[in-house]
């Protein structure tokens, strides 16, 4: 898909791997609205980019819903949706107070795998109204997964079990959405350079990214919106999750 004159929603775009999306994709001319919370950095980075700013926890079903609709109402369309918010803790499946509690786990669930099938579900919906391009397409959603999908840490079961979800849903999604001309990929980054990574001090981070082949440093928000881009324009990229990731594997902790 030609990302210009394309409407692109960042979901997480005020900060990190999402602002630099939206950057790298202004860049090619996609009209861009952002959906973020309403006390983060979302404002901030519509006003630098002529962008349109939407509020939402992505937890809140019907504010997910009023947000796409704000969007559809500026931009009249959806044609990319690149999705990045969601987060997590480090608590191990029992530990010397019991066993995790339940409810922690669901949350843990609920913001990273939930959240992200209901954006997909609603940004599928309004891209299935768009008329096709010269190749049939009619829109590329861009999930964010994680290489703890694949090798979690100890203490990350509910953060695995959420993003492996992610993963997993890639292929069975583009499937569903393959007839009319929607694609669905996710990316799996390794650590990179944003949140509370983005601030720590040198020695730790050397630490963290010691196991990566090359390079051996955190990744740089901009990578991951370099691989979306990618994504975007190749109408072969469908149904799966790229690791980006430097070659690294995680250890148990």
Known sequence: MDAAKKVAVIVGGGSGMGRATAEQLAAQGSTIAIVDLPDGRGPEAAEALGATFHPCDVTDEQGVEAALEAVLAAHGAVHIAVNTAGGGVSKRTISKNGPLPLAEFRKLIELNLIATFNLNRLQAWHMSKNEPDGNGERGVIVNTSSIAAFEGQIGQVAYTAAKAGIAGMSLTMA??????????????????????????????????????????????????????????????????????????RFAPK
């Open 175 to 248: 499937r569903d959405l393959g007839s009319l001309g929607i694609r669905v990929m996710a990316i799996a980054p390794s650590l990179f350079a944003t949140g509370l990574l983005e601030g720590a001090p040198e020695e730790i981070v050397k630490e963290l990214t010691k196991d990566a082949a090359f390079p051996r440093r955190p990744g740089q928000p901009v990578e991951f919106a370099w691989l979306v881009e990618s994504i975007v324009k190749n109408p072969m990229l469908n149904g799966q999750t790229i690791r980006l990731d430097g070659g690294q």
